[in-house]
């Protein structure tokens, strides 16, 4: 498994790359936010649509939708 400060690198090289591919930020923040996330809540043996990544980002909307401030 690779380190937390390699995959720190990894996430921060990927970020510059894409942007500088002419990505706009909001996705490419959002694509890789999901990756990532991915990546850290799967659970060997578990099929792939039941990673707690897609609960927590229906959350996450759900909550800046409801936020009276925006």
Known sequence: MISDPALG???L???VVV???GFP???TLMGLGMFFGFI???QPGQIWTDNRVFEL?????YG???NDVL
Do not use: E, K, P
């Open 9 to 11: 690198l990894l996430m």
């Open 13 to 15: 090289a990927l970020i």
């Open 19 to 21: 942007i500088i591919m």
């Open 25 to 27: 930020t909001a996705f």
């Open 40 to 42: 850290a809540f799967y």
């Open 57 to 61: 980002m229906v959350q996450r909307t």
């Open 64 to 66: 800046a939708m409801t």
